[in-house]
């Protein structure tokens, strides 16, 4: 608890500065598991525009979301935080039911433009600016017509030791798998997770870790979200995204989420800024931030390069389910894979 407000206090040194004529206690306490950089160019835009000064709790290489997760809920009985913005959905709705959330009623503005799979029926939580879990490609190292397409491709013998994912035990990584056990089955699940092990795939710590070693050459082609994929292509390595298993179960797409604490210090500015999460603005923000992200809602102005649901098949899945089983599969993924 002592480290926890430590770091709240440090943070609003670091990144509160506001934008507007805000009074010293006109602000919000937001806690976000997206890079620092990335979310800033949506609260710099909620300060000029609303004068409400955010502060930001951000997180670490060594926190990720699993530790914001842990954070919050140890807060409890005490919130410190208004609003949690997190990068994926399972843990959210974790949150959800360990009772840390609290329901909006009415809904945001804008919450009904945004497909009932993407935003939680009783209205705990909301989806925005997704990414896509894409194949990225070294275009030097991998022919034209031996592209892989599928997930299965990562634990075909012939890229022994050529691919990786994430050590799956934080993110959208731990989402992933936790949605393949729902659209999959147990057992292709866990055929798939020993052919990673098997076939000797790279387990690098993070997303953008992964990206980067496609990029460099040290790898072929790996898992990871269209966000860490855009990076590396705009620092010009040869690299493409395959969006996966398009003939079968479709490429998973993992929204953003944003939600309000339940008991927060201040409830009414914490309702604000969700509704700005979920306007146009904010999407056409995030969509032509140099990570790309993916608009959830129709009529967002974005890059001709984001591409969005319709333009490739997504996978089907219920993040409630996903959400419920998260933490039974983080136990797992950390043993297996030590």
Same mark, same amino acid.
């Given at each position: 608890?002592?480290?926890?407000?430590?770091?709240?206090?440090?943070?609003?040194?670091?990144?509160?500065?506001?934008?507007?004529?805000?009074?010293?206690?006109?602000?919000?306490?937001?806690?976000?598991?997206?890079?620092?950089?990335?979310?800033?160019?949506?609260?710099?835009?909620?300060?000029?525009?609303?004068?409400?000064?955010?502060?930001?709790?951000?997180?670490?290489?060594?926190?990720?979301?699993?530790?914001?997760?842990?954070? #919050?809920? &140890?807060?409890? $009985?005490?919130?410190?935080?208004?609003? %949690?913005?997190?990068?994926?959905?399972? =843990?959210?709705?974790? !949150?959800?039911?360990?009772?840390?959330?609290?329901?909006?009623?009415?809904?945001?503005?804008?919450?009904?433009?945004?497909?009932?799979?993407?935003?939680?029926?009783?209205?705990?939580?909301?989806?925005?600016?997704?990414?896509?879990?894409?194949?990225?490609?070294?275009?030097?190292?991998?022919?034209?017509?031996?592209?892989?397409?599928?997930?299965?491709?990562?634990?075909?013998?012939?890229?022994?030791?050529?691919?990786?994912?994430?050590?799956?035990?934080?993110?959208?990584?731990?989402?992933?798998?936790?949605? #393949?056990? &729902?659209?999959? $089955?147990?057992?292709?699940?866990?055929? %798939?997770?020993?052919?990673?092990?098997? =076939?000797?795939?790279? !387990?690098?710590?993070?997303?953008?870790?992964?990206?980067?070693?496609?990029?460099?050459?040290?790898?072929?082609?790996?898992?990871?979200?269209?966000?860490?994929?855009?990076?590396?292509?705009?620092?010009?390595?040869?690299?493409?995204?395959?969006?996966?298993?398009?003939?079968?179960?479709?490429?998973?797409?993992?929204?953003?989420?944003?939600?309000?604490?339940?008991?927060?210090?201040?409830?009414?500015?914490?309702?604000?800024?969700?509704?700005?999460?979920?306007?146009?603005?904010?999407?056409?923000?995030?969509?032509?931030?140099?990570?790309?992200?993916?608009?959830?809602?129709?009529?967002?102005?974005?890059?001709?390069?984001?591409?969005?649901?319709?333009?490739?098949?997504?996978?089907?899945?219920?993040?409630?389910?996903?959400?419920?089983?998260?933490?039974?599969?983080?136990?797992?993924?950390?043993?297996?894979?030590?």
């Amino acid at each position: 608890m002592h480290r926890t407000l430590a770091i709240v206090v440090a943070t609003v040194g670091l990144f509160a500065v506001g934008c507007g004529p805000a009074e010293p206690d006109n602000h919000v306490v937001l806690y976000t598991s997206l890079n620092e950089p990335t979310a800033r160019a949506v609260i710099d835009a909620f300060e000029r525009e609303t004068g409400i000064r955010v502060i930001v709790q951000a997180d670490t290489e060594r926190d990720k979301t699993v530790g914001l997760v842990r954070t #919050l809920i &140890e807060e409890r $009985s005490r919130p410190r935080a208004d609003v %949690f913005w997190n990068s994926e959905t399972a =843990n959210t709705i974790r !949150l959800q039911r360990e009772g840390v959330l609290e329901r909006l009623d009415p809904p945001p503005t804008n919450a009904q433009r945004i497909a009932e799979q993407y935003v939680d029926p009783d209205g705990y939580w909301f989806g925005l600016a997704a990414r896509a879990r894409v194949l990225i490609v070294n275009t030097d190292l991998v022919d034209e017509d031996d592209m892989p397409d599928s997930m299965w491709d990562i634990i075909d013998p012939k890229w022994r030791g050529k691919a990786g994912i994430v050590r799956p035990v934080t993110g959208t990584t731990l989402t992933h798998i936790a949605a #393949l056990y &729902e659209v999959l $089955s147990d057992d292709e699940t866990e055929r %798939f997770l020993t052919g990673v092990q098997e =076939n000797e795939c790279h !387990l690098p710590p993070g997303n953008g870790r992964l990206a980067q070693l496609v990029g460099q050459g040290q790898i072929h082609f790996g898992f990871t979200d269209t966000s860490d994929y855009r990076l590396v292509r705009n620092e010009g390595y040869p690299v493409t995204a395959v969006y996966p298993d398009q003939d079968s179960i479709g490429t998973l797409l993992i929204p953003n989420t944003v939600a309000r604490i339940a008991g927060g210090p201040n409830p009414e500015n914490a309702r604000k800024l969700i509704d700005f999460l979920l306007s146009d603005e904010a999407e056409s923000i995030l969509a032509h931030h140099q990570r790309g992200h993916i608009p959830l809602k129709a009529e967002i102005d974005r890059p001709e390069y984001v591409l969005v649901p319709g333009e490739f098949e997504t996978m089907s899945v219920d993040f409630a389910v996903i959400g419920e089983a998260v933490e039974a599969r983080l136990q797992q993924m950390d043993a297996r894979f030590r």
